[in-house]
């Protein structure tokens, strides 16, 4: 072949290669940003949705200026405007939760937006619509009628547990948010609808417990509590579009990576299991734990146990009343949140109303990798011992409660006497 047809044909075909990579690369470069695009629109409207503290805002505030409601958090929401909704941490629509600051404090606003048609195992038991909201008490409602509609709501809810009239006037005291020494109208129908929270009922109750955030102030069904400075028990927080990418089975290791060094892990857990011992037959009764997840939990600079989320903890009479006449055909049709599981009654196809699981059992399950990785080698061996007698703690079992007992105190004995002698203590 002569030379300049050779020469012809190779630039012919460097003009053909450099036409497909060019193609190829133009193809690529639009593949990843129609892909990018969509992740973006998808991540914006999924944000638009869980983020809706405008919408909440704008309910309170509403109500609040034509005078239905009244609280300590009021005027600063909605007329002075000291009280901000910062970064959004919602994981539900209608369970609306941020980031706030007020004034020079800083805190957790926590907001309901909506109302499940009725109460079932898959849904929580708090959210409400708002048009029936703050129906209750009507005008005209004395103080005293008040009182015995809040008396009638906690035996309902709690049964005929402890002094009852003495947590009626705790709910009062609150509910007083100007401390003007009385209830009024807007007042009390702001803390009815807040008593319809498990969560806050249950803050209500145990204020005074060191694991329990502090109820900073409330407006309507919107209440703000302390800020926690961790907001999960392990784990680190990436960016959304790094998440997307990651295997989950390989961001539940990553997580276990990410966690304070052993002794401040044993002295967050003697919290949780402390927090377990609040709630276990306490002078208003049982709660269960339905969602024992590591975001729940949290803890401060001090490597103090601190609850999260509290809305899956439920007085155990109000989830037999839930549970009871819940249709079955297997064990799986009778679970309330994620851990709060009964027997299916085969013959009366029903869920059986007793929870299979004590509190205990769960948090042991939750804190066993947790504590066992990088555990001390001399108190590895009795510490898996004590976790795994713990999960294996049933409900149903003869003498549940010593073996709580000791279970529970044998593991804060044997985290303690580890790490008394440490400035983690």
Known sequence: MPPFILGFSRVVFALVRFSYMRIKYLFISWLVVFVGSWVTYVQYSTYTELCRGHDCRKIICDKYETGVIDGSACSSLCAKETLYFGKCLSTKPNNQMYL????????????????????????????????????????????????????????????????????????????????????????????????????????????????????????????????????????????????????????????????????????????LLEFVEDIFHGPYGNFLMCDTSAKNLGYNDKYDLKMIDMRKIVPEMNLKEIIKDRQCESDLDCIY????????????????????????????????????????????????KQLYLCIALKVTANQMEMEHSLILNNLKTLLWKKISHTNDS
């Open 337 to 384: 949140g994620t851990d709060c599981r009964t027997l299916c009654d085969q013959s009366k196809m029903r869920c059986t109303t007793e929870v299979i699981q004590p509190n205990l059992a769960k948090a042991c399950q939750l804190l066993k990798d947790y504590l066992l990785r990088g555990a001390p080698s001399d108190i590895h061996e009795e510490l898996e």
């Open 100 to 271: 706030g600051i007020w004034g020079n404090l800083q805190g957790v606003i926590k907001c309901q937006m909506e109302e499940a048609a009725q109460l079932d195992l898959g849904t929580d038991p708090e959210p409400r619509k708002e048009i029936v909201l703050f129906d209750k008490p009507m005008r005209g409602t004395t103080v005293e009628k008040f009182k015995e509609m809040v008396y009638s709501l906690f035996k309902a809810k709690l049964g005929e547990q402890g002094n009852l009239s003495e947590l009626v006037n705790l709910i009062l005291s609150f509910a007083d948010g100007n401390k003007d020494g009385r209830v009024s109208l807007p007042e009390a129908k702001s803390a009815w609808a807040l008593l319809q929270l498990d969560e806050f009922l249950l803050m209500v109750i145990l204020q005074d417990k060191e694991h329990t955030p502090k109820l900073m102030g409330f407006c309507g069904n919107l209440y703000v509590t302390e800020r926690v400075e961790y907001t999960s028990l392990y784990g680190i927080s990436l960016p959304w579009i790094i998440e997307l990418f990651i295997p989950s089975g390989f961001r539940r290791s990553m997580d276990q990576w990410f966690t304070p060094s052993w002794p401040r892990k044993a002295k967050i857990a003697i919290g």
